[in-house]
């Protein structure tokens, strides 16, 4: 299991993919808000989110196959149409054999030819379930993990490959924490009504994969108990997932000599040999606690039983390309009972998935090539321009930082790197071989591809120019050890992004989550990195206290709202994002100054242009969450829910409270000397 490399996202993960489908855009829009869908009921001053969002939020219906809906969520389905649509047209092509178009082409339609899968059964997994059969103790089994071409070290070894967090010039491995199939630590423990029925789905689900390879039902319950407390002894050594976000507590650098002296039952050496790592000799570890409470485990489970969850994580990561029983096994476990969706994302969209996530950059050149045109990238790189200039301005007016981390600060602004849209090198597939009656087969191609591609960064220069997600993804990033802020072409369309809309809407929207993404250089996070990447203590100690007093206030004001029954945010797991939502929106809006629209006066909608930029803002933001997917989300997204992502800020920001008469006793309303301001 593959661990993703530490970078700052500005986005909710879409976990579904929408039920509705919606035809291509082909008509000019004329409307760049949603005046029906606000509640006017509602004080803006007590509760903006509703006030602008409240009648929709309200009457939508999330989809079936969704956990929720919202802008991302509609501008995803959208950009997944025009996706199947390419797919469509490379699938029914007499393309070249090797050929862009011929690979995703293929790939996609062998995903869609149920009537093989189905025949197939469990039959793809049977040759690894006889290796996993034939282990004879944990050494055996470490070994097995560690040789498996697509997915080396299996669900025990989690790792990725990327800058070396104080040598951001250097490629380097980095292993985290791992083992776990719950999404952290405490749903192992938790006594919580909620917590224990997923607990015991997750019991019926490892006991159903089980039957569906042949094992009589009371063994397989007797084998998924011993799969959860076997989980359970791990999650107790993994950390918080707010301790995850401590760049400095989570670099260790370690010789492999040392490691597999602390942990001889690991033999860290063997394990990197077997993984085809023979000339690394020092890799970074970011929780060494689990790798030594693994250490220790390994040699107590009996052989029986640790056997037994190698063919659970096999079965478990592989459900999803297997025959439907399997298929509907999973869906049963992590998208009803986990995630609360009531029903199953129709297949095309799930296939579509695979060949973003596998052929990413090869799907990703038809992709621009149809609907990003290069006027486009033209006009957001002007955007983020006008935003850095506005960002100079207020670190160089800052009054609790001294000129000498000023100074440097500004060298890291002035630096960063802004990618826009798609590479300009375009990753090379030429090893992957596609055919169009192989779907698990495709796939693990497509994972053997990356495994070789990371491994042979190990040890060598940062390619600066990569990119971390695909051209149509509905995202954006900030990467602290490259200085550099990515956004996608598929999240530069509306409602973030329309050349036809007024300043106030566009700054609103996308020139908040540029605000955003420049932010996260400073967060508590990123404020760690200088100019070049590297992880250092840049700023003066007087500096750093202040700016920590700072957050802490953003700290204490999350972690006093609350959703559900009472169920609190974490303030420190989701201080980078809610710092970056704040310095967004204080950016977003001294750019938007800066226009004519914004000096001006003139109502559009009834509204004045300070109130439509943040109307714009909000409905941006509106997103309607099951509460079983909330509860997830509120234990490991480093994102506040969306409501606190409009209000959060705005409480703190005095040009909102102008644009709607925020009086003393409203809800909103904090005094001045109250205000959480950082940047």
């Given at each position: 299991?593959?661990?993703?490399?530490?970078?700052?996202?500005?986005?909710?993960?879409?976990?579904?993919?929408?039920?509705?489908?919606?035809?291509?855009?082909?008509?000019?829009?004329?409307?760049?808000?949603?005046?029906?869908?606000?509640?006017?009921?509602?004080?803006?001053?007590?509760?903006?989110?509703?006030?602008?969002?409240?009648?929709?939020?309200?009457?939508?219906?999330?989809?079936?196959?969704?956990?929720?809906?919202?802008?991302?969520?509609?501008?995803?389905?959208?950009?997944?149409?025009?996706?199947?649509?390419i797919l469509i047209e490379a699938a029914a092509s007499d393309a070249k054999a090797g050929s862009i178009e011929q690979k995703v082409g293929d790939f996609y339609a062998s995903g869609?030819?149920?009537?093989?899968?189905?025949?197939?059964?469990?039959?793809?997994?049977?040759?690894?379930?006889?290796?996993?059969?034939?282990?004879?103790?944990?050494?055996?089994?470490?070994?097995?993990?560690?040789?498996?071409?697509?997915?080396?070290?299996?669900?025990?070894?989690g790792y990725y490959v990327g800058a070396d967090d104080r040598q951001s010039t250097i490629n380097r491995i980095n292993f985290g924490q791992a083992g776990l199939s719950l999404p952290?630590?405490?749903?192992?423990?938790?006594?919580?009504?909620?917590?224990?029925?997923?607990?015991?789905?997750?019991?019926?689900?490892?006991?159903?994969?089980?039957?569906?390879?042949?094992?009589?039902?009371?063994?397989?319950?007797?084998?998924?108990?011993?799969?959860?407390?076997?989980?359970?002894?791990?999650?107790?050594?993994?950390?918080?997932?707010?301790?995850?976000?401590?760049?400095?507590?989570?670099?260790?650098?370690?010789?492999?000599?040392?490691?597999?002296?602390?942990?001889?039952?690991?033999?860290?050496?063997?394990?990197?040999?077997?993984?085809?790592?023979?000339?690394?000799?020092?890799?970074?570890?970011?929780?060494?606690?689990?790798?030594?409470?693994?250490?220790?485990?390994?040699?107590?489970?009996?052989?029986?039983?640790?056997?037994?969850?190698?063919?659970?994580?096999?079965?478990?990561?592989?459900?999803?390309?297997?025959?439907?029983?399997?298929?509907?096994?999973?869906?049963?476990?992590?998208?009803?009972?986990?995630?609360?969706?009531?029903?199953?994302?129709?297949?095309?969209?799930?296939?579509?998935?695979?060949?973003?996530?596998?052929?990413?950059?090869?799907?990703?050149?038809?992709?621009?090539?149809?609907?990003?045109?290069?006027?486009?990238?033209?006009?957001?790189?002007?955007?983020?321009?006008?935003?850095?200039?506005?960002?100079?301005?207020?670190?160089?007016?800052?009054?609790?930082?001294?000129?000498?981390?000023?100074?440097?600060?500004?060298?890291?602004?002035?630096?960063?790197?802004?990618?826009?849209?798609?590479?300009?090198?375009?990753?090379?597939?030429?090893?992957?071989?596609?055919?169009?009656?192989?779907?698990?087969?495709?796939?693990?191609?497509?994972?053997?591809?990356?495994?070789?591609?990371?491994?042979?960064?190990?040890?060598?220069?940062?390619?600066?120019?990569?990119?971390?997600?695909?051209?149509?993804?509905?995202?954006?990033?900030?990467?602290?050890?490259?200085?550099?802020?990515?956004?996608?072409?598929?999240?530069?369309?509306?409602?973030?992004?329309?050349?036809?809309?007024?300043?106030?809407?566009?700054?609103?929207?996308?020139?908040?989550?540029?605000?955003?993404?420049?932010?996260?250089?400073?967060?508590?996070?990123?404020?760690?990195?200088?100019?070049?990447?590297?992880?250092?203590?840049?700023?003066?100690?007087?500096?750093?206290?202040?700016?920590?007093?700072?957050?802490?206030?953003?700290?204490?004001?999350?972690?006093n709202f609350t959703v559900l029954d009472n169920l609190h945010l974490n303030g420190r797991l989701t201080l980078g994002e809610n710092l970056a939502d704040l310095g967004g929106i204080?950016?977003?809006?001294?750019?938007?100054?800066?226009?004519?629209?914004?000096?001006?006066?003139?109502?559009?909608?009834?509204?004045?242009?300070?109130?439509?930029?943040?109307?714009?803002?909000?409905?941006?933001?509106?997103?309607?969450?099951?509460?079983?997917?909330?509860?997830?989300?509120?234990?490991?997204?480093?994102?506040?829910?969306?409501?606190?992502?409009?209000?959060?800020?705005?409480?703190?920001?005095?040009?909102?409270?102008?644009?709607?008469?925020?009086?003393?006793?409203?809800?909103?309303?904090?005094?001045?000397?109250?205000?959480?301001?950082?940047?």
């Amino acid at each position: 299991m593959n661990l993703i490399p530490k970078i700052l996202f500005t986005a909710l993960s879409v976990v579904a993919i929408a039920a509705c489908q919606q035809k291509e855009e082909t008509t000019t829009r004329t409307s760049f808000f949603d005046k029906s869908g606000m509640d006017t009921t509602v004080s803006p001053g007590d509760d903006f989110f509703t006030y602008a969002n409240g009648k929709w939020v309200k009457e939508t219906k999330i989809p079936d196959d969704q956990t929720g809906w919202g802008s991302f969520n509609t501008l995803y389905e959208e950009n997944l149409q025009k996706t199947k649509s390419i797919l469509i047209e490379a699938a029914a092509s007499d393309a070249k054999a090797g050929s862009i178009e011929q690979k995703v082409g293929d790939f996609y339609a062998s995903g869609l030819d149920t009537t093989t899968i189905d025949k197939l059964g469990y039959e793809p997994l049977k040759a690894e379930l006889a290796k996993i059969e034939a282990i004879k103790d944990y050494k055996e089994a470490l070994n097995y993990l560690a040789a498996s071409p697509g997915n080396p070290g299996g669900k025990f070894i989690g790792y990725y490959v990327g800058a070396d967090d104080r040598q951001s010039t250097i490629n380097r491995i980095n292993f985290g924490q791992a083992g776990l199939s719950l999404p952290e630590k405490d749903y192992y423990t938790k006594t919580d009504e909620s917590t224990k029925k997923i607990r015991a789905a997750f019991l019926n689900y490892a006991a159903k994969l089980f039957t569906l390879v042949g094992v009589d039902s009371l063994s397989a319950k007797t084998k998924a108990n011993t799969i959860l407390t076997f989980e359970t002894t791990l999650a107790q050594s993994h950390k918080e997932q707010a301790d995850l976000r401590d760049p400095v507590a989570n670099y260790n650098k370690f010789a492999v000599a040392d490691l597999t002296k602390q942990m001889p039952n690991l033999n860290w050496r063997a394990l990197l040999n077997t993984m085809k790592l023979i000339n690394v000799d020092s890799v970074l570890v970011g929780q060494p606690g689990y790798y030594k409470a693994l250490d220790k485990a390994l040699p107590t489970v009996p052989i029986s039983e640790l056997k037994d969850k190698l063919i659970f994580d096999l079965l478990d990561e592989n459900a999803r390309l297997l025959s439907e029983p399997f298929e509907k096994a999973r869906y049963e476990f992590y998208g009803r009972t986990l995630y609360g969706q009531p029903k199953q994302a129709d297949r095309w969209k799930r296939v579509t998935q695979f060949v973003d996530r596998g052929l990413g950059e090869a799907l990703g050149q038809l992709w621009v090539k149809k609907y990003f045109p290069a006027e486009a990238k033209e006009r957001m790189l002007t955007l983020v321009n006008n935003l850095q200039k506005v960002y100079r301005e207020r670190i160089e007016k800052l009054d609790w930082m001294a000129p000498e981390t000023k100074k440097v600060a500004l060298v890291k602004l002035d630096r960063f790197v802004k990618k826009i849209g798609y590479p300009d090198k375009w990753k090379d597939y030429s090893d992957v071989t596609i055919k169009r009656d192989d779907f698990y087969g495709n796939v693990q191609q497509t994972y053997i591809h990356h495994v070789k591609e990371d491994f042979a960064k190990i040890n060598k220069p940062v390619d600066r120019a990569e990119w971390m997600m695909t051209p149509p993804t509905v995202n954006a990033y900030a990467n602290p050890t490259n200085n550099e802020i990515v956004f996608p072409a598929g999240i530069l369309q509306f409602p973030f992004f329309d050349k036809d809309a007024d300043d106030a809407i566009n700054y609103g929207a996308i020139g908040m989550v540029i605000g955003h993404e420049m932010t996260h250089l400073f967060d508590d996070q990123g404020r760690q990195y200088d100019a070049n990447g590297n992880l250092r203590d840049w700023w003066t100690k007087a500096d750093a206290e202040r700016f920590n007093t700072k957050t802490q206030a953003v700290v204490n004001q999350y972690n006093n709202f609350t959703v559900l029954d009472n169920l609190h945010l974490n303030g420190r797991l989701t201080l980078g994002e809610n710092l970056a939502d704040l310095g967004g929106i204080t950016l977003a809006y001294q750019a938007f100054k800066l226009t004519k629209q914004g000096q001006g006066t003139e109502k559009i909608d009834g509204f004045t242009p300070d109130q439509r930029f943040f109307l714009g803002f909000a409905q941006v933001w509106r997103t309607k969450v099951r509460d079983e997917s909330l509860r997830v989300r509120v234990a490991t997204d480093p994102h506040s829910p969306d409501k606190f992502r409009v209000n959060g800020p705005l409480t703190n920001f005095a040009p909102f409270y102008a644009a709607f008469n925020v009086k003393p006793g409203q809800k909103l309303y904090k005094p001045e000397v109250q205000q959480a301001k950082v940047w």
